[in-house]
Antibody, heavy 117, light 112 residues
């Protein structure tokens, strides 16, 4: 069974940092792009970032470029999102997603990041 | 940056009746590799989204055949032939043809 389990969320002060993790299982991790998507409370889905199979290609939403870094450890089947200089508007549930067919084919349950003083 | 606009924003539907959602893109979603990376997702309240359709019209594994989709270029449509109670929630289109990827703003499907 394909599973992606995201973790690492929490409460952080503005300007602070947090690292999210996503543990993947049930599929060949090294064969798929991976994504991060976020959703602020009561709002729609917002794409954040994606990374190719070996980590050599990364893309970001303009709103996080220069502050967030996506990476992956293929030996550990794990995806990461390093978030620096966090702002109140980054408050959201962050979902890890498995790529495939140019879509997000499997989703984690989400991890809540709250940026507040 | 590609912007996806969904219509309607909200769609009250009678059980057993059809429903249709439109997704319009500000640029063609045809990729240089010949594929069009437009997908549709469904999100029930309190749950993560799940993929329904990929590459315009391909149903993902386990998706009932009452869901169908079509389109090309900049105009795409998701159709539900006969709405069931479990279909309530928010539907999103997503493009991954051009970075940054983007989602439509969502269409809320509710039962009349």
């Amino acid at each position: 069974e394909v599973q992606v389990v995201d973790s690492g969320g929490g409460l952080v002060r503005p300007g602070g940092s947090l690292r999210l993790s996503c543990a993947a299982s049930g599929f060949t991790f090294t064969s798929f792009w991976m994504h991060w998507v976020r959703q602020s409370p009561g709002k729609g889905l917002v794409w954040v970032s994606r990374i190719n199979i070996d980590g050599s290609v990364t893309n970001y939403a303009d709103s996080v470029k220069g502050r967030f870094t996506i990476s992956r450890d293929n030996a550990k089947n794990t995806l990461y999102l390093q978030m620096n200089n966090l702002r109140a508007e980054d408050t959201a549930v962050y979902y890890c997603g498995k790529g495939g067919y140019g879509a997000v084919t499997a989703w984690g349950q989400g991890t809540l990041v709250t940026v507040s003083s | 940056e590609i912007v996806l606009t969904q219509t309607p924003i909200s769609s009250p539907v009678t059980l057993g009746q059809p429903a249709s959602i439109s997704c319009r893109s500000t640029q063609s979603l045809l990729h240089s590799d010949g594929n069009t990376y437009l997908s549709w997702l469904h999100q029930r309240p309190g749950q993560p989204p799940r993929l329904l359709i990929y590459e315009i019209s391909n149903r993902f594994s386990g998706v009932p055949d009452r869901f169908s989709a079509s389109g090309a270029g900049t105009d795409f449509t998701l159709k539900i032939s006969r709405v069931e109670a479990e279909d309530v929630g928010v539907y999103y289109c997503m493009q991954a043809t051009q970075s940054p990827c983007s989602f439509g703003q969502g269409t809320k499907l509710e039962i009349k």
